[in-house]
């Protein structure tokens, strides 16, 4: 019983044996967690491989942890704070100056259930993170994806969107009283709706889209729930939890499918329960949601701006005039995310 229930946990490992030389990954959050384990797997698959992460001292530990395990000496540590619009646009810049091609971007990096605390530019913490600089890195990214199609963007979303909410009016829990929980599950449901979206637009394009539950898996993801590592570890339930919680490097193993795998060549627009196609939540499926979401999103991160009317503003350093004007035009929504 333990062991199936241990397979029926962990949900197996990535079926496909497909090697990804000279192709390049950018995976973000990748200095720990299932991120890490994602870029070592494709480091050992051949992969030229990204790492942007916010602390440099851990992301260029963990680079070198994964050239030393996996030989393969292109793996790479880039900064990245998604809680920084101005950041996401600096590793933007950097990756499209300096790489010829990139083939899959990861967009892995997330924090779950932390106090209401607001990014540099004034978003909620989760909602910014999770999705929004997500959302900017993506399509600051889209023509370097499309240039190397076929190429693929991978979503780590979560079950959590179930019980997720788009509070169109409050998306940056201004106006009613924060709810951690809530607030986690806004944003991965934001993860799927941006994945469905996204897949719409870039058809024939060659680049698919896809948005993945990794299972449960025993990460730093936690550090906010007041639960430590240790008090499981010593604990009678330690057991148990491990019965019921995956390895980061099963945890992985999804996105590593979604990735590499053949089965995975042109499909787009999905969401998988780990390597299992799986329906989402029906308020996953609403389109005039996802249209909507984006329309704001763009707004929030000075996108729309820079497409219609501003081109310099496209730059790390052009992006906040875009934003000013923007709080001058969108009234509630905007400066409930304190634009
Ligand atoms: N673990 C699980 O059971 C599940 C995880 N997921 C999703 O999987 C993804 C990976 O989570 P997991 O590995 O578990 O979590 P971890 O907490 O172990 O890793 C999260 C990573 O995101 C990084 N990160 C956090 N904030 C920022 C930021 N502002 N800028 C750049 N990077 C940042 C972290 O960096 P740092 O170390 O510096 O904080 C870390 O590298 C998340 O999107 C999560 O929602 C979904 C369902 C279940
Ligand atoms: C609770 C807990 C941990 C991990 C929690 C994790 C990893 C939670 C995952 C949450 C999920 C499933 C999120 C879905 O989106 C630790 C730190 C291992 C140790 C002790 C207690």
Redesign the pocket.
Known sequence: CAVLLKNHVTGGRCPSKATINGKTVVITGANTGIGKDTARELAKRGGRIIMGCRDMEKCEAAAKEIRGKTLNPHVYSRRLDLASMKSIREFAERIKQEEQHVDVLINNA?V?RCPAWKTEDGFDVQFGVNHLGHFLLTNLLLDKLKESAPSRVINLA???HVVGKIDFEDLNWEKKKFDTKQA?CQS?LANVLFTRELAKRLHGTGVTVNAV?P?????????H?G???S??SSSVLSPF?SLL?KSPELGAQSSVYLAVSEEMEGVTGRYYDVMTEKEPAPQALDEEAARRLWEVSSKLVGLEEEGQHDKSSTSAEGWSKAAQTQRQTLGPAVSAAGL
Do not use: C, I, N
């Open positions: 997330g779950m979560s079950l959590a986690y991965k539950h299972g449960v898996v025993a990460t730093e993801l936690g550090r729930t639960l430590h590592q008090q499981f939890f919680v």
